[in-house]
T-cell receptor, first 116, second 114 residues
Framework: GAGVSQSPSNKVTEKGKDVELRCDPISGHTALYWYRQSLGQGLEFLIYFQGNSAPDKSGLPSDRFSAERTGGSVSTLTIQRTQQEDSAVYLC??????????????FGPGTRLTVL | GDSVTQMEGPVTLSEEAFLTINCTYT??????LFWYVQYPGEGLQLLLKATKADDKGSNKGFEATYRKETTSFHLEKGSVQVSDSAVYFC?????????????FGKGTKLSVKP
């Protein structure tokens, strides 16, 4: 079946512009996670959704970052007024649910964001 | 807070050599432990996992044993192949709450030469 998909695969933007990154999780997966992979910081957790709710937004690096999920499916990560330190690969993962017993997270291919 | 420390890379080995990548963790709860692999140009994939102490996860010839007494989850393979060249990430998560997000080590790049 279809895996997690992300778009765009690559995004180059100028400092100060806003960007939107999209994630399509595996059908039926209620939990969705955003991570960031950068050279200096490794893989960092940003935010997760259980259904359309994001109970904990403390992993977002600044108030320029926001995310939403609609219909329990597609999620969008928005970065406003991008800075050069936002350059990274943004990864999305989904799993059957976020709580309880172990549920494997399946990762998308990522969006490589470059801020000039 | 919870964290994962894994050996710095890069690691370069010849084909058929023995591989060990060290991983230690700190966790406030009782974590589940994972190794993820990222092959060149591909996304992260789960390689193996262990959910309780003394469990051994294994896949594709790789093994790791959950050692609670030493808070470790070292990855081993007896004979590496060129196709094993990738970046390997040790990770943990603590379930029982409402989150289940993964906490990753910084990754170890493995290059296997023929």
């Amino acid at each position: 079946g279809a895996g997690v998909s992300q778009s765009p695969s690559n995004k180059v933007t100028e400092k100060g512009k806003d960007v939107e990154l999209r994630c399509d999780p595996i059908s039926g997966h209620t939990a969705l996670y955003w991570y960031r992979q950068s050279l200096g910081q490794g893989l960092e957790f940003l935010i997760y959704f259980q259904g359309n709710s994001a109970p904990d937004k403390s992993g977002l690096p600044s108030d320029r970052f926001s995310a939403e999920r609609t219909g329990g499916s597609v999620s969008t990560l928005t970065i406003q007024r991008t800075q050069q330190e936002d350059s990274a690969v943004y990864l999305c993962a989904s799993s059957l649910e976020a709580s309880g017993n172990y549920n494997e997270q399946f990762f998308g291919p990522g969006t490589r964001l470059t801020v000039l | 807070g919870d964290s994962v420390t894994q050996m710095e890379g890069p690691v370069t080995l010849s084909e058929e050599a023995f591989l060990t990548i060290n991983c230690t963790y700190t966790a406030t709860g009782y974590p589940s432990l994972f190794w993820y692999v990222q092959y060149p140009g591909e996304g992260l994939q789960l390689l193996l996992k262990a959910t309780k102490a003394d469990d051994k996860g294994s896949n594709k010839g790789f093994e790791a044993t959950y050692r609670k007494e030493t808070t470790s989850f070292h990855l081993e393979k007896g004979s590496v192949q060129v196709s094993d060249s990738a970046v390997y990430f040790c990770a943990l998560t603590v379930y029982g709450g409402s989150q289940g997000n993964l906490i990753f080590g910084k990754g170890t790049k493995l290059s296997v030469k023929p």
